[in-house]
């Protein structure tokens, strides 16, 4: 039925790029900022260190010229909590002037703001005196540090995002300071979900009534989940992933509710997740205006039987294809590789279809408006005569936006689209090794070298997808 539903975007679609603060800005010690949980990671593998990386704090009127060239209609980008709150308690007045220079920047070349609350980078102080979102303490400590945003920034910023990758975070809990000692990993996985679920909704209704004409919602990460075969074991082990990656946390976010299926598989195994009914009516009541997703890859699952050894999911560490770590929960599902799919060389599959598939799957569940706020391929790029020829990120960019506009077509209100990344900078699980960026950043793990950007061929295509609203495309 593809002909029949092959749709324009709409006048007023925010096509638009994204950042994280710990991974673009630099200047982690500078104008007051404080130590975050990422910053307290620095030099522990040979990559993560967030001293300088794209050096965005000092170089952001720079890259913004770069954004207007770009045609960006809008910016994503974090707040580094630990710039207006160092310790989480005293206001930074240093961190407040220099994203109001920031948001000035962007609204004086037309380009709209969208601002993620929390981007895995809270104040280390309180992740070492209550283990951070472990602690029900941290609600007041998120809800203070962002409506100081609002109160500061919310007179030009239309768009706002609570947290990013929910679900994520409880799946890699080392993204967000780790489990604290003595504490069952799943019973962590839970509590964070609900603190976070609670924070959402009391940052939800504190940007309502401060800001009524603002738009807010969480941010998800979503891999859609395939059977490893028509096997109904496996459409189980497919469902099983669904169900407890991505909806148990949305349906929480959203509707104010437990999936039941998650609640009676942990109470089987002695674990009470069920929420007081009172917690459950104030989530539901901070209903979001949209929800934002990340989508970079879908996921196989097969099944899992209760006997199997358990393992945690991982990360290819080197970029050689065979390194991934797929994860094993007996029970519920394994992880396993696609045969239909090409793969980077991360051995994340590339699978444009599957994100037609999410915008469905999501928009049909909540019955909101969706906003793509990560999706890109990392790859190793190489500048040669200041030139970046990166046409694997074309294609792979190019066939998801054309799944995007058929998705359109399918009914899906689609509010924006923004690629990670706008720039190079550090990626979270491999560095500099493995860059996003629509422009390059001259520089290594190991060597800042001179940071000098250049426009990647990649930059000059979607300079025309904007211009053209997705016309160019066909």
Known sequence: MEHLIKHAFPADFLWGAATAAYQVEGAAAEDGKGVSVQDAKNFSNAFHDTTVTSDHYHRFREDIALMKSLGLKSYRFSIAWTRIYPDGVTLNPQGVAFYNQLIDELTKNGIEPLVTLYHFDHPQVLQAEFGGWYSEKMIDYFLRFSETCFREFGDRV???????????????????????????????????????????????????????????????????????????????????????????????????????????FFAQRGL?????????????????????FNYYQSDVARACPAGETEAQPGFNPDGKKGGFVYPRFPGLYAGDSNPYLERSDWDWEIDPIGLRIACRKLFDRYQLPLMITENGLGARDSLVNGEVSDVYRIDYLQKHIAQMRLAIGDGVPLLGYYPWSFIDLMSTTNGYNKRYGFIYVDREDNDTKNLTRYRKASFYWYQNVIASNGETLD
Do not use: H
Request: include cysteine; aromatic fraction near 8%; charged fraction near 20%.
């Open 272 to 292: 009470d997740i069920r929420l007081p009914q009172a917690e459950l009516d104030e989530i539901k009541a901070a209903t979001p205006d949209f929800i934002a």
């Open 158 to 264: 239309r768009w706002f995002m609570t947290i990013c990758e929910s679900n994520n975070v409880v799946l890699y809990p080392d993204l967000i300071g780790g489990v604290p000692p003595g504490v069952d990993v799943e019973a962590w996985r839970f509590q964070v979900s609900r603190v976070m679920a609670l924070g959402n909704a009391r940052v939800i209704s504190c940007c309502r009534r401060l800001l009524p004409e603002t738009k807010i919602g969480p941010c998800i990460g979503y891999a859609i989940a395939y059977p490893a075969t028509c096997a109904p074991q496996d459409v189980m082990a497919a469902l099983n992933e669904d169900e407890f990656r991505t909806f148990y946390p949305l349906d929480l976010l959203c509707l104010g509710r437990q999936n039941p299926l998650v609640v009676n």
